[in-house]
C-alpha cells in the first residue's frame, strides 16, 4: 500500500513557475514508476509526464514537453513537477500516481493515486 499526497499548488500569473511535491509513505517509493496526471475543467484527465524507478527515464506529453520536468528523490520518497512558462490552458487539478509496471502514459496501469492539488493560471 502507498499513500501519495501532493502540495505545492497554488495560483500563478501565466508565464510563471511552480513546483508540485508528492510525498509517498512506505518504503517502496523506488520500487514504483511515478507520474504526473491532470484534469481541467470539463475534461478527462490527462497525461503529463513520468518517470522510471530510478529516474533514469522520463516521458511528457506534448503539450508540457519543454515547460515541465519531472524528478523523484528515492531518498526523501518524494516525486516533483517543475513547471515553467505556465499558461492558462495549464490550469487542472494534478494528480500524482504509482504504478509498478512501465505503462508511462496508461492511467489504468496506475494503482495508487493522490487527491491532487490545484493549479490555476491566470492571464
Known amino acids: 500500500q502507498v499513500q501519495l499526497v501532493e502540495s505545492g499548488g497554488g495560483l500563478v500569473q501565466a508565464g510563471g513557475s511552480l513546483r508540485l511535491s508528492c510525498a509517498a509513505s512506505?518504503?517502496?517509493?523506488?520500487?514504483?514508476?511515478m507520474g504526473w496526471f491532470r484534469q481541467a475543467p470539463g475534461k478527462v484527465r490527462e497525461f503529463a509526464a513520468a518517470?522510471?524507478?530510478?529516474?533514469?527515464?522520463?516521458y511528457y506529453s506534448d503539450i508540457v514537453k519543454d515547460r515541465f520536468t519531472i524528478s523523484r528523490d528515492n531518498a526523501r520518497n518524494t516525486l516533483y513537477l517543475q513547471m515553467n512558462s505556465l499558461k492558462p490552458e495549464d490550469t487542472a487539478v494534478y494528480y500524482c500516481a504509482a504504478a509498478r509496471s512501465l505503462n508511462p502514459t496508461l492511467q489504468s496501469a496506475y494503482d495508487y493515486w493522490g487527491q491532487g492539488t490545484q493549479v490555476t493560471v491566470s492571464s
Open positions: 518517470i522510471s524507478w530510478s529516474g533514469g527515464r522520463t
Open positions: 512506505g518504503r517502496t517509493f523506488s520500487s514504483y514508476v
